[in-house]
């Protein structure tokens, strides 16, 4: 059930801890730019050397949206030694867009020896085999975008991987790996479902965000 709105008056919201909301958000997400601009509209402070790593860590998740793959890997290694040995679902993500990007291109031959040296290997662990299959099987399809696999050349999927890639790098550096908004955002929808589901048999909607946003 929705809160008495009147009870919203009583809470009082300090304008620096929304000031480190949005900060967080534009630090997770690396705009650099909006970043410098909020610290100097708000007179927040914020150490330069997080500004140099939003820049790394803009190029490497653009990298890996745009689907060059490799490059990512490469700057991560920089940034981040040893993260992609760790995190090998991470690390079999990355290799796997730069597979899709060869499909794409219909580079089928290279393609399937990038497969055979670089993926391969992880068909040895068996939570990777039906992945393998879903993308080897691109390769007999001359238009691979009309396969039932289609959503592995997707933006959405990029998308999935460079978030993925982002938030790992910044938990190797021992920051969160999802934004004050983010997390503020999650803990909200599930005290709200959760305050809703006593009344939904009594005709009361479950709680949906969008929904909310929206009212």
């Given at each position: 059930m929705d809160a008495d709105p009147r009870q919203y008056e009583?809470?009082?919201?300090?304008?620096?801890d929304i000031h480190n909301v949005v900060l967080s958000y534009l630090v997770h997400n690396c705009y650099n730019e909006t970043v410098e601009s909020f610290i100097s509209c708000t007179g927040m402070k914020q150490l330069a050397n997080h500004l140099e790593?939003?820049?790394?860590?803009?190029?490497?998740?653009?990298?890996?949206?745009?689907?060059?793959?490799?490059?990512a890997i490469e700057l991560t290694e920089e940034l981040a030694p040893e993260l992609l040995d760790r995190n090998k679902d991470l690390h079999f993500d990355l290799l796997s867009l730069h597979f899709v990007k060869l499909v794409c291109s219909r580079k089928c031959t290279e393609a399937l020896e990038f497969a055979q040296t670089?993926?391969?290997p992880f068909g040895m662990v068996q939570k990777y085999v039906e992945k393998l299959e879903d993308f080897m099987a691109l390769l007999?399809?001359?238009e691979p975008e009309k396969s039932p696999m289609f959503h592995?050349?997707?933006?959405d999927y990029r998308q999935h991987v460079a978030d993925s890639l982002n938030r790992a790098i910044l938990a190797n550096a021992n920051q969160p790996s999802y934004s004050a908004?983010?997390?503020?955002?999650?803990?909200?929808?599930?005290?709200?479902?959760?305050?809703?589901?006593?009344?939904?048999?009594?005709?009361?909607?479950?709680?949906?965000l969008k929904d909310f946003l929206k009212s």
């Open positions: 009583n809470i009082v919201v300090n304008d620096n790593d939003m820049e790394k860590r803009k190029r490497i998740f653009h990298f890996a949206l745009d689907g060059n793959a490799l490059k670089k993926l391969t007999a399809y001359e592995l050349l997707s933006l908004m983010e997390r503020l955002i999650q803990q909200t929808t599930v005290v709200r479902q959760s305050l809703n589901q006593d009344h939904v048999k009594d005709g009361v909607l479950p709680f949906a």
